[in-house]
T-cell receptor, first 107, second 114 residues
Framework: QKEVEQDPGPLSVPEGAIVSLNCTYS??????FMWYRQYSRKGPELLMY????GNKEDGRFTAQVDKSSKYISLFIRDSQPSDSATYLC???????FGTGTQLKVEL | GAGVSQSPSNKVTEKGKDVELRCDPI?????LYWYRQSLGQGLEFLIY????????KSGLPSDRFSAERTGGSVSTLTIQRTQQEDSAVYLC????????????FGQGTRLTVV
């Protein structure tokens, strides 16, 4: 079993939809949780970072962490075609990554 | 520089040749990471440097892979006797050092072994 599990998708949604991306993890020692966005042929860029249970909001993006369930989520409101990318969760000191979820937002 | 710089951006090599991939981290960042990303896969951890030492090299897939970092700055990942399964994008990231700090990634080196 991988330390971090993420549904690879692909996930296709219409413009304006709310998107929910999720990861589960097995290592209870993980304290830091991050979401990265990666466009094709580019390096990952940090979207959201949190180190506690609960919600953190930044514009259209909300990161949610439930340490008791070892489950994290990223919500994207009012999704745009420019949000089409691969979204990777990462956690822990040495950044253990999920496999990434490919998202496509269609007009 | 302003960001993490990796070179070359693309490398095509013949099976059996050695290759060197370079990472120039953000100035002042003491922690440096190498990852490998195969087509359609997530990022696979290879090695982590804190300063010039590598406290965690558990992700290196075989003894054909090695990495060094000099002067607490530039790092080189070397793959000897390349195999076709080594074809992937090799990504480097740096952070200021604390585990709670943001990691910045370079654009990667796309390695193709033919």
């Amino acid at each position: 079993q991988k330390e971090v599990e993420q549904d690879p998708g692909p996930l296709s949604v219409p413009e304006g939809a709310i998107v929910s991306l999720n990861c589960t993890y097995s290592n209870s020692a993980f304290q830091y949780f991050m979401w990265y966005r990666q466009y094709s042929r580019k390096g990952p860029e940090l979207l959201m970072y949190t180190y506690s249970s609960g919600n953190k909001e930044d514009g259209r993006f909300t990161a949610q962490v439930d340490k008791s369930s070892k489950y994290i989520s990223l919500f994207i409101r009012d999704s745009q075609p420019s949000d089409s990318a691969t979204y990777l969760c990462a956690m822990g000191g040495k950044l253990t990554f999920g496999t990434g979820t490919q998202l496509k937002v269609e007009l | 520089g302003a960001g993490v710089s990796q070179s070359p951006s693309n490398k095509v090599t013949e099976k059996g040749k050695d290759v060197e991939l370079r990472c120039d981290p953000i100035s002042g960042h003491t922690a440096l990471y190498w990852y490998r990303q195969s087509l359609g896969q997530g990022l696979e951890f290879l090695i982590y440097f804190q300063g010039n030492s590598a406290p965690d090299k558990s992700g290196l897939p075989s003894d054909r892979f090695s990495a060094e970092r000099t002067g607490g700055s530039v790092s080189t990942l070397t793959i000897q006797r390349t195999q076709q399964e080594d074809s992937a994008v090799y990504l480097c990231a740096s952070r200021t050092g604390g585990v709670g700090t943001e990691a910045f990634f370079g654009q990667g080196t796309r390695l193709t072994v033919v």
